[in-house]
């Protein structure tokens, strides 16, 4: 049996439409905060069961029986209680006879504890210490960040901008990751193993030719003077100082097959125009 924490966000639901083409639906377990936002999941014929990081004895009963457990990594952003909810979960896998986890964690995560990196660093030498057969999924910034909104905008101005200073970007795409995290899921030969996941790198001049190509309406790139609000300020300014120019081949190699290019990207996003 299979057991996926968060399963009901955007990254676990893909994880388990992935799982499902595997392995038989019974084999998945979602362990979801409100298993009442998870009567899509139960449809597929997968067990929905509540699992809290919040709250330990519902994580011990989530993971009752469980061979696998792929932990996704909690969206609180406060290190302290993203690290408690994650030793919680890694205890409740030891103590429940988990027999083996895979976690999604972030790239450098090995390497530092600083930063972003804060709970992921303390969360993967956890799970070393608990003596579990383990794989770090080390994943980059989600593509969907930064080219979900504003393509469309693009496109009816005929201008692209951001403040990114040209340098490429490492981000990947949910839905690959997903289909890694399902086949290291079903597959020992990923144990011990520790994968730094990237995308094909890419910058938002390339971004705007290919808005060019795909629409069929010229799209020029501006370099923004401003910083960027909340959020996308703060991933423009990780991109400008060269910190997701990082590339590997894991994704790549684990998906047997090229990533989703930008292109490729593009056409989905625009509805194929």
Same mark, same amino acid.
């Given at each position: 049996?299979?057991?996926? +924490?968060?399963?009901?966000?955007?990254?676990?639901?893909?994880?388990?439409?992935?799982?499902?083409?595997?392995?038989?639906?019974?084999?998945?377990?979602?362990?979801?905060?409100?298993?009442?936002?998870?009567?899509?999941?139960?449809?597929?014929?997968?067990?929905?069961?509540?699992?809290?990081?919040? =709250?330990?004895?519902?994580?011990? %009963?989530? #993971?009752?029986?469980? &061979?696998?457990?792929?932990?996704?990594?909690?969206?609180?952003?406060?290190?302290?209680?993203?690290?408690?909810?994650?030793?919680?979960?890694?205890?409740?896998?030891?103590? %429940?006879?988990?027999?083996?986890?895979?976690?999604?964690?972030?790239?450098?995560? =090995?390497?530092?504890?600083?930063?972003?990196?804060?709970?992921?660093?303390?969360? &993967?030498?956890?799970?070393?210490? %608990? *003596?579990?057969?383990?794989?770090?999924?080390?994943?980059?910034?989600?593509?969907?960040?930064?080219?979900?909104?504003?393509?469309?905008?693009?496109?009816? +101005?005929?201008?692209? +901008? %951001?403040?990114?200073?040209?340098?490429?970007?490492?981000?990947?795409?949910?839905?690959?990751?997903?289909?890694?995290?399902?086949?290291?899921?079903?597959?020992?030969?990923?144990?011990?193993?520790?994968?730094?996941?990237?995308?094909?790198?890419?910058?938002?001049?390339?971004?705007?030719?290919?808005?060019? &190509?795909?629409?069929?309406? #010229?799209?020029?790139?501006? &370099?923004?003077?401003?910083?960027?609000?909340?959020?996308?300020?703060?991933?423009?300014?990780?991109?400008?100082?060269?910190?997701?120019?990082?590339?590997?081949?894991?994704?790549?190699?684990?998906?047997?097959?090229?990533?989703? +290019?930008?292109?490729?990207?593009?056409? *989905?996003?625009? *509805?194929?125009?």
């Amino acid at each position: 049996m299979i057991v996926v +924490t968060a399963a009901s966000g955007a990254l676990g639901r893909l994880v388990v439409a992935e799982l499902c083409k595997r392995v038989p639906a019974d084999r998945v377990v979602a362990a979801v905060r409100d298993p009442a936002r998870a009567t899509d999941l139960a449809r597929w014929g997968v067990e929905v069961r509540h699992g809290d990081y919040d =709250d330990p004895a519902s994580l011990r %009963s989530a #993971l009752r029986g469980a &061979e696998r457990l792929l932990l996704i990594s909690s969206p609180e952003l406060a290190p302290d209680r993203r690290i408690r909810q994650h030793l919680a979960t890694i205890e409740a896998a030891t103590g %429940s006879g988990v027999r083996a986890i895979a976690y999604t964690s972030f790239l450098g995560a =090995d390497r530092s504890g600083e930063g972003l990196n804060a709970a992921h660093h303390v969360t &993967e030498r956890a799970i070393v210490d %608990s *003596g579990l057969p383990y794989t770090m999924l080390r994943h980059p910034f989600y593509s969907e960040a930064f080219l979900n909104a504003g393509l469309r905008a693009a496109v009816d +101005t005929g201008e692209l +901008t %951001s403040g990114t200073g040209g340098r490429g970007l490492n981000t990947a795409f949910r839905s690959d990751l997903a289909e890694v995290a399902a086949n290291v899921l079903s597959d020992d030969a990923h144990l011990g193993r520790g994968y730094d996941l990237t995308g094909p790198s890419w910058t938002y001049p390339q971004l705007a030719e290919v808005l060019s &190509e795909v629409s069929g309406k #010229l799209v020029t790139y501006r &370099e923004a003077t401003g910083e960027a609000p909340g959020a996308m300020g703060f991933l423009m300014g990780l991109a400008r100082s060269g910190a997701l120019v990082r590339q590997t081949g894991d994704l790549h190699r684990l998906l047997g097959r090229p990533p989703t +290019t930008l292109r490729q990207a593009v056409v *989905g996003l625009l *509805g194929g125009e």
